[in-house]
């Protein structure tokens, strides 16, 4: 039980960030396999909403017309106001996502 307390499901955490408009979007996404998880040094797709995030694990994912890589800070015990989800991430900036692939 100790190794959940400092971890969130994925749909709920994208939830809290205000990723997506409603959990149950967090969730459709998660299970189309369309999110990618970086956590200590692995990258792996994630197909389960259950899957377990924590806070220094970066998330691959399609915003907008894009795909942004999202550096998790904070886990957040609630879905609050913006500037609350704000910090609960870091967007990892275009030159460190180019770096990586080549």
Known sequence: MNE??????????????????????ATAVVQKGRIRL????????IGKPSALVRAG?????????GIVRL???????R???ASEA??????VEDEETEASHV
């Open 38 to 45: 970086t956590s200590a040094g692995t990258t792996r797709r």
């Open 79 to 81: 879905r609050g106001p």
């Open 4 to 25: 959940t307390a400092d971890a969130l499901r994925i749909d709920v955490w994208l939830w809290h960030a205000r990723q997506f408009k409603t959990r149950s979007l």
């Open 71 to 77: 550096e998790i800070l904070a886990l957040g015990t």
């Open 86 to 91: 704000q910090a609960l991430y870091r967007v």
């Open 57 to 65: 694990d970066t998330l691959t994912l399609p915003r907008n017309d």
